[in-house]
Every structure is written in structure tokens, then in C-alpha cells.
């Protein structure tokens, strides 16, 4: 016992742990005066620029801040995802411009991914034919801006025929100098009753899923039973409870064309040159990291006696995809920033709509607050959701 | 050439044909060609009208009598007629600069210094310094414009962008915090978003003493919206030198900035300059979003051109011309890229 109480007083202390203050000292670094006289000097030329602004706003009789926002909007919408008319608020013509480029985006970055992963395995072909002509074609939409390829498609949009002369493909899809025309698929019935079945079938089907999985009999082969059945399920609810799946085709009635989903010539030309383009950066970027995976991985696939297709889904694509999907991550972003170009061929996404409301109430500063602080949450959101994905695909306990 | 042909007839043999499902993927490419290519060769070459005026060019063909009328326009825009020949010194100064910039043999501080004044020159041309009457910005456009505004955003932006990264991978706490707040702001805008902020938020911020045109406006901008995608790759380079190198330099007693001079920062740019072409070319395509606040740059100017009512309409002929310069430019930037990755990949083994 004795002994113990020997030891401990023969401890040495060591330096007392810093304190709040020693923590924020130690990590504000060397040279603090000089940073703080940096930061201080900057606040002061901000502070002036905003006094400036304020004074200039004053003077021309504008009330800063976002009271605006609720005051009525005097200017129409060409397209919008929610129901819009002259008179509206401005908050919601900006929510209006706001779903657009989403949905640009997001349809974007759907389909550049799709297109991209296509031209990228195309340009590993060991076809001559083929890899030279996915070579141009990215060497072509690369070094040439984006902008003119907008300015291409919508000029190619405007030179379509009239919806009475426009040719049908497979007499479902219409191109017309209006839009491009392509069937809808809505469902017909109760809303309530399509609204249930999904809830319940969804419900049911992660139910089982994680059942299984609670249970360690997570497999293939009952993780796609379970899914079966549930899609059943939902389609056993859809036809009890009366609803239907209703396909429509668009058809010329008179001098237009009517039924089915109408997208607008400036919405299918800026999708398309986004499309495009991003597939081009994506399709390098999908042959760069199928081309990282090693030629002995493939050989040794080879000798397990692998054929090609699983070779690809179980030794090649989960290497490869730690090398695309950073990569990717900054092609989304990049995508989403440049769906912004909408307003050089006047689709009204967030930008456009923005700088008209700029433009027509005088509170240029707010609704550049506005337009910044929307593409940094989506930029962030995004990365965040995506950082989560790469966790996923990356390396298990790689140095990081 | 009696060898090299049978080689040639083999490597296109077992490329095109060489197993069923290979032949397969050639018919159907040259089938997709064959839908595309005939109508183009068409409008291009056998429709196409090559001389005359408007009324000349029908609409079936590519009309390159517009190409001919209106290629002094595309290129310098509503620029004096009679002073053409500053524009187009301007643009032999670039590419002159540009070139030795490109050649590690030039690499020095000469360069340096040359830079700065190669801007300044091209400056005072374009104002049309030494005339009688001084030009207004409005005035210029076109492939001067393009580059001009190219080149001055990236040279000013790159010291800016050294003292970001520094500043990101520094231990001060409070510079950190800054760079790292201004570089995601800036990377999280889109461009547009901030040619908006130099159209209507500067004008309001500056001082009544001070009032900058849409240009300069613009040019600021971009500079430090350029900076911040610059620094991040400098600072990709800056994190692939070994500490050892900084331990190395501080137990010589060299100082934080002499070290950074003279040992890290030059083994950084080494590495860092095959990704700086790259956004180079990035930003080059990227200066045609300067038509959105009405600048008129070489993407503009050729949308003007076709809306003259003399040659109204020719949008295609002229959008393939600037494509074919955008084309040309960024092209061969990207093959000089690839090159000098090899070469300093080659010098840096030797080494």
C-alpha cells in the first residue's frame, strides 16, 4: 500500500492542458496581431463597400433588405414547375426559377452519367472505327465553350419544322420548332388510393429488406425477392384500388400537337448541350479509371474462370469507381453550375429569374445574396451526398 | 513503304474485322456515319455558296460568302476600321508572349517581367493611345477581347492565388479560415453569378471617385473568381512536396518566405503547371460567358454578325468559325499540355 502512494507523488507532472483560451491561441498560430490587423483591414474595406451600396440605394430610394419578396411580381414565367402568373410573389417566381435549374441539373447529371459511362466503354473499344469517332467527339465538345454549344442546339431547336410538318419517330417522339414532344406515363385514379399503395408497398418492402438484413440473410438472391414483391404488392393496390397506369402518346390535332410531355425548345436545347458536354468529361473520366484498374486484374479474373460481364461488375467497376466518383462528384457540381447559362438562351432557371427580379425591383445586392447562397446549399448538399457514396466505394482502411 | 503498307492493311484488318462482333460494331458505326456525314459534306461543300452576296446563298447550303464579308467583324467587332491594325498587334504580342511562356527554354524572370508590360502595351493599343481620339471600351471586341481579358485575369490572378494557397496550408489560423471561406465561395458561384456582381453590385460599392467601365469592371471580377480555382491547384502541388524539404530549408536558416521562394514553391509550379494549362483551356471557353453582360468577345461578336440585316441569319456559318478558333487554340494548348507532362515526367527521372 505504502508503495503505491510513493509512486504517485514521484509522478512528474506535465504541462498543464491548455484552457479554451490556449486552444483557440495555439490553433490562431504565429503572427496574431498582423492577422487580426489583415482581417480587420478586410472587414473595413467590406464594411465600406456595403456602405456604399446602402448609401447608393438610399439615394435612388430603395429600401434594403428582403421585404421585397413578398410584393407582387409583374412578369411572366415561360415555364415553370409550380403554377406561376404575372402577380405572383417574388419568393415564388425565385422558388419557380429555383425548381428549374434543379431540375435541369438533376435530369443533367442523370443523363450526362448514363451517356458518358456509354462513350467511355465505346472509346476502350479496340474498334478503330468506333474509339476514333468517341476521340473526336469528346476532342470536339471539350475544347469548344459551352455556350456556343447552347447557342447550337437552340439554333438546331428553332430550325425544326412546324408540329404539322415535323417528322414522328416511331410516331411517339416529335421534334418540332415548339418543343420536343415525347409520351407521359401519369397514373389515373384515386390519389389517395396511389398515394397508399406506394406507402404500403414501400413500407413492406423495407420491412423485409431489413429483416433480412437483421436477421444476416441478406443475399441476392432474397434481397431481389423481396423487391419483387413489393413491386407486386404495388401493383396488386394500383389495380384494387381502381387506378391505372395511363401512357400517352403525343398525336397532331390541327395545327399543334397535343398530349404527352412538352419540353420547350430552350429547356431541350440546354439539356442537351449540358448532356453533351458533361457526357464527353465523364466518358474520359470513366476510360481514365477502367484504365487505372491494372491488366493483371483482368488475368487473374480470367484464370478464376470469370467471363467478361462479371469481370467488369465484381473486379473492375468497384476499382474503378474509386477513381470516377471524386471525379464525378466535381463533373455534378460543375454541371450544376453551368445550367446556369440558361440565361444566355432564355430559359428562366434561378439566374434568370434573378436577374430580372434585380432588374425590376432595384435589389441587386439581396438577390445576388439570394442567388449565391442557393447554388452554395446545392453545391454543398451535393458534395455531402456524394462524399457519402465515395465512403462507400473507397478503399477500407486506406491511409486518408 | 512496301513494309509499313502490309503492317498498316493488318492493324486496320483485326481493328475493323477482326472478330464477328467487332465487324459488327463497324457496320454499324459506318452506318451511323453514313446518315451523317453525306448531308453535311452536302451543305458544307456541294451546296454551298462561296462567293457573292446575301442574296446569292440560299438556305441549303453553307453560305461562306458570309464568312468572307463579315471575318473582319467575328474577329475585331465594331473596332475603327481604320486602326484595325491595333487589335491585330495585340494579338501577335499574346501569341508572342504566350508561345515563349510555353517553352520551358524561355522559363526565367524575364518572362516575369515581361508579362506585365506585354499587358501594358496591350493595353494602351487598345485604347488607342498616341490618336486623336481615345477608344471607349465599348468599341472593342472580338479575338483581342477574348484573349486580352484571357490572359490579363489569369497573369493577375496567379500571385493571388500563391498567397491563397500559402495561406490555405499555412498554420496562422485566421488567414486559413479566410483563404479556405473565399476559396469555396468563390468555387461554389457560378460565373455568371459573379459577372452579375460586376454589372450591378460594383458600380454601387465603389466610391463616386472612382468609376470603372464594364471591362475593367468585369476583368476585376474574374480575377478573383479565377484566383480561387488556381489556388487550389497550386495547392495540390504545394502538398506533394516532402516536409523533408522544408526541414531541410529551415535547418540552412532560411525563413518562412525565403523557403517558399527558393525551395518550395518552384519544385510546386513544376508540378502543378501541367494542371494550370489545363485550366488555362478551361477558362479561355469559359471568357465566352462575357456575352451575357454584353461584352462583345469573339462568341458575341459572331452572334452580332449574323444579325446584321445585310447577312441576317447566317448564325451556323458563323458559330463554325468560332468553334474552328476556339477549336484550334485549346486543342493544341491540350497536346502542349501532354507534351510537357512527359517532358518535366523525363527531366524530374534524370534528376
Known amino acids: 500500500m505504502s508503495d503505491r502512494r510513493v509512486f504517485r507523488t514521484a509522478i512528474v507532472p506535465g504541462p498543464p492542458r491548455p484552457g479554451t483560451f490556449g486552444k483557440i491561441r495555439a490553433w490562431w498560430g504565429g503572427w496574431p496581431i498582423g492577422q487580426l490587423a489583415f482581417l480587420a483591414a478586410l472587414a473595413f474595406l467590406g464594411w465600406l463597400f456595403v456602405a456604399n451600396v446602402l448609401g447608393t440605394m438610399a439615394r435612388i430610394g430603395i429600401l434594403p433588405g428582403f421585404g421585397f419578396l413578398s410584393s407582387s411580381a409583374n412578369f411572366e414565367i415561360g415555364e415553370s414547375a409550380i403554377a406561376f402568373r404575372a402577380g405572383d410573389t417574388y419568393l415564388r417566381a425565385i422558388s419557380a426559377g429555383l425548381l428549374n435549374t434543379l431540375k435541369v441539373s438533376l435530369l443533367g447529371c442523370v443523363l450526362a452519367t448514363i451517356l458518358g459511362v456509354f462513350i467511355g466503354v465505346a472509346g476502350l473499344s479496340r474498334n478503330l472505327l468506333l474509339s476514333g469517332l468517341v476521340r473526336w467527339f469528346i476532342e470536339i465538345t471539350r475544347n469548344t465553350p459551352l455556350l456556343l454549344q447552347l447557342f447550337f442546339w437552340m439554333a438546331l431547336a428553332k430550325a425544326l419544322p412546324a408540329p404539322r410538318q415535323a417528322p414522328a419517330l416511331f410516331d411517339a417522339v416529335f421534334l418540332t420548332n415548339r418543343g420536343v414532344y415525347i409520351p407521359s406515363l401519369s397514373l389515373e385514379g384515386a390519389p389517395f388510393g396511389v398515394l397508399a399503395a406506394f406507402a404500403l408497398a414501400g413500407a413492406l418492402g423495407g420491412a423485409l429488406l431489413l429483416a433480412l438484413r437483421l436477421s444476416g440473410r441478406l443475399t441476392r438472391r432474397t434481397g431481389t425477392a423481396a423487391i419483387v414483391l413489393s413491386v407486386a404488392a404495388i401493383l396488386l393496390l394500383l389495380t384494387l384500388s381502381g387506378a391505372r397506369p395511363v401512357a400517352q402518346a403525343p398525336a397532331l390535332s390541327g395545327f399543334n400537337i397535343r398530349g404527352g410531355l412538352n419540353l420547350s425548345p430552350e429547356f431541350a436545347a440546354l439539356l442537351i448541350g449540358l448532356v453533351v458536354k458533361f457526357s464527353a468529361l465523364i466518358a474520359e473520366i470513366v476510360r481514365a479509371g477502367i484504365q487505372s484498374v491494372g491488366a493483371g486484374q483482368w488475368e487473374a479474373a480470367r484464370a478464376l474462370g470469370l467471363h467478361d460481364g462479371q469481370i467488369i461488375r465484381l473486379v473492375v467497376l468497384p476499382q474503378a469507381l474509386r477513381v470516377i466518383t471524386p471525379l464525378t462528384t466535381s463533373s455534378y457540381l460543375d454541371l450544376t453550375k453551368d445550367s446556369s447559362l440558361a440565361v444566355a438562351i432564355g430559359f428562366p432557371d434561378l439566374v434568370s429569374i434573378i436577374n430580372t427580379t434585380a432588374n425590376t425591383t432595384g435589389q441587386s445586392m439581396e438577390a445576388l445574396i439570394i442567388l449565391i447562397g442557393a447554388f452554395l446549399t446545392i453545391n454543398l448538399a451535393l458534395s455531402a451526398l456524394m462524399n457519402i457514396y465515395n465512403n462507400r466505394v473507397a478503399l477500407r482502411g486506406s491511409s486518408r | ?351
Open chain 2, 1 to 351: 513503304m512496301t513494309t509499313a503498307s502490309p503492317r498498316l492493311v493488318q492493324t486496320l484488318r483485326t481493328g475493323l474485322f477482326g472478330t464477328r462482333a467487332n465487324t459488327l460494331i463497324t457496320l454499324a458505326t459506318l452506318v451511323f456515319l453514313s446518315q451523317i456525314l453525306p448531308p453535311l459534306f452536302r451543305w458544307a461543300v456541294l451546296d454551298a455558296t462561296f462567293v457573292g452576296d446575301a442574296a446569292a446563298c440560299t438556305r441549303e447550303g453553307a453560305c461562306w460568302a458570309f464568312v468572307t464579308a463579315k471575318l473582319r467583324f467575328i474577329l475585331f467587332a465594331f473596332y475603327p476600321t481604320e486602326l484595325i491594325w491595333r487589335p491585330a498587334l495585340i494579338i501577335l504580342l499574346l501569341a508572342a508572349i504566350l508561345t515563349a511562356s510555353a517553352l520551358p527554354r524561355f522559363w526565367g524572370r524575364s518572362l516575369l517581367v515581361a508579362w506585365p508590360l506585354t499587358i501594358l502595351a496591350c493595353w494602351l493599343l487598345m485604347q488607342g493611345t498616341f490618336t486623336s481620339t481615345p477608344i471607349a471600351s465599348n468599341q472593342w471586341g472580338g479575338l483581342p477581347v477574348t484573349l486580352f481579358v484571357w490572359a490579363v485575369c489569369f497573369a493577375a490572378a496567379t500571385p493571388i492565388a500563391v498567397l491563397l494557397a500559402l495561406a490555405r496550408r499555412s498554420t496562422l489560423g485566421g488567414l486559413r479560415t479566410f483563404s479556405v471561406l473565399y476559396i469555396e465561395l468563390m468555387r461554389g458561384t457560378p460565373m455568371v453569378g459573379i459577372l452579375y456582381v460586376a454589372m450591378l453590385i460594383l458600380p454601387m460599392a465603389l466610391p463616386d471617385a472612382i468609376s470603372l467601365d464594364k471591362m475593367l469592371r468585369a476583368i476585376v471580377m474574374i480575377t478573383l473568381f479565377w484566383a480561387a480555382y488556381i489556388a487550389e491547384v497550386i495547392r495540390a502541388g504545394l502538398q506533394a512536396i516532402p516536409i523533408g524539404q522544408r526541414e531541410a530549408a529551415t535547418a540552412l536558416g532560411l525563413g518562412y518566405w525565403r523557403t517558399q521562394r527558393l525551395v518550395i514553391l518552384p519544385q510546386a509550379f513544376r508540378i502543378v503547371i501541367p494542371g494550370m494549362v489545363n485550366l488555362a483551356i478551361g477558362f479561355l471557353l469559359a471568357t465566352s460567358l462575357l456575352a451575357v453582360i454584353g461584352i462583345f468577345d469573339l462568341l458575341n461578336a459572331a452572334r452580332a454578325s449574323a444579325a446584321d440585316p445585310q447577312w441576317l441569319g447566317f448564325y451556323n456559318e458563323a458559330y463554325l468559325v468560332v468553334a474552328v478558333i476556339y477549336f484550334v487554340i485549346c486543342f493544341g494548348a491540350s497536346r502542349y499540355s501532354r507534351w510537357l507532362e512527359k517532358r518535366l515526367a523525363a527531366g524530374s527521372k534524370h534528376a
